[in-house]
Nanobody, 125 residues
């Protein structure tokens, strides 16, 4: 069973940057696509970004394209989310997740079977 632990959240002013990390335990990290989701108070969990097992393909929510970058280091069993030009509407708890099955890349929560505990990102105006 994989365990995912996020870190790197915090409070930042609008226009600032944060880098989230997600460390995975267990085997076969490099065989699965990974994703980042976020959930703001009173809202449903939403897709932010995903990356294929090799890192060769990445996908983003339209509102974060050009500002966020997802990457992974399979040697370190870690996936990252670099967030630049942050806006107050990016405020949420951010979760990393491992896709349920090795094939393909998902963009909805139901595609992912393992989740971290989340890390809070707060962007002040």
């Amino acid at each position: 069973q994989v365990q995912l632990v996020e870190s790197g959240g915090g409070l930042v002013q609008a226009g600032g940057s944060l880098r989230l990390s997600c460390a995975a335990s267990g085997r076969a990290f490099s065989s699965y696509s990974m994703g980042w989701f976020r959930q703001a108070p009173g809202k449903e969990r939403e897709f932010v970004a995903a990356i294929s097992w090799s890192g060769g393909n990445t996908y983003y929510k339209d509102s974060v394209k050009g500002r966020f970058t997802i990457s992974r280091d399979n040697a370190k069993n870690t996936v990252y989310l670099q967030m630049d030009s942050l806006k107050p509407e990016d405020t949420a708890v951010y979760y990393c997740a491992r896709k349920m099955y090795p094939l393909g890349v998902g963009n909805v929560p139901a595609d992912f079977g393992s989740w971290g505990q989340g890390t809070q990102v707060t962007v002040s105006s």
